[in-house]
């Protein structure tokens, strides 16, 4: 068993922020954010993690025996969460502040 506290990877901040996204488009998503630097520290869905600023050796120990058919992807298929994750947060962050709740 692995036991890690999560940390930010560009302030080393504990401090940290969930944000929770649930709508019928996306699998249940937990945005963590570096509650002093701001920036996106690791994205959560049912099922996937991604651990943003920490490189593929996160995302590939992730995985479990058959996640995946075919290593040739490996690589397509990080930059494809990376950029999603980048893009998703962004989004999130704007529809809170159409809410008015500021993170």
Known sequence: MELHRQRCQF???LELGCILRRD???PLTVYVRC???G???ARYKVGEYYHHGKGME???KAMRPGDRESARNFRADFD???NDSIEEYQE???KLGEQGKSY
């Open 11 to 13: 302030c080393q901040s």
């Open 24 to 26: 019928e488009a996306h």
């Open 35 to 37: 509650a002093k630097c």
């Open 39 to 41: 920036e996106l520290v």
């Open 58 to 60: 996160s995302w590939l």
């Open 80 to 82: 494809e969460v990376e």
């Open 92 to 94: 999130v962050l704007e």
